[in-house]
C-alpha cells in the first residue's frame, strides 16, 4: 500500500505528453454495505474539488474501505470521504438540492457500495524524447441513496515502465 501511495504521488510530479491508451480493463468489481449518516451535517452543497456547487455527501464508513482516499482534504476540506450526485440547484440541468436526500427524515440508512477497479496502460512521451509505458489505476465508487445516485472516481499513476511493457 505504501508503494501504492509513493507511486501515485510521483504520478502528480509525472510531466509528459500523452501518446495514446493502449488497454484498459477491470481488476476488480466489488460491493459491499456502509451506514450512511442523511443530516444537515452530511449533505450539502459544495464547491470543494469541482467548478460549481455540487450536491454532496459524507461517507465517514468509506475510509479504510477503498484504494483512494474520497475526501477532498488537498482542498481544505476535511470532512471525510464524500460523493456527488451532481450540480446543486441553480447550476446545470439537474438543480438537486440537499432536501433532495434528507427529505425532512434525518436518519443512518445502510446503503451497498459498488467498487470498480480498473487498469489503463499508455504510452507517454518523455522529455527529451521516448516513450514510457505509465499504468494507472483508477476507482470508481457508485450507490444510491433516496433513489439519487451518487459516484466518486479517483485515479493514479502506479507505475511508469520502459515503452516495452506496453507491447505485450
Sequence with gaps: MKKLLYLFSMGFCFSSAFAGVIDERVVLKNTFKINAVINNKTVRCSSVGYGAPELKIN???LKGKTIFDHSNARFG????PCMTAGFC???????????DVIQNNP???????????TVTRSLNEQEGGGLSCVKTLKEDLKTKIA????????SGVVEILREEACKN
Design 89 to 99: 440547484q441553480g447550476f446545470g440541468a439537474q438543480g438537486l438540492k440537499i432536501e
Design 77 to 80: 476540506e476535511f470532512l471525510g
Design 147 to 154: 433513489g439519487l445516485e451518487f459516484h466518486h472516481s479517483r
Design 59 to 61: 461517507l465517514v464508513e
Design 107 to 117: 436518519r443512518t440508512e445502510k446503503i451497498e457500495m459498488e467498487q470498480t477497479l
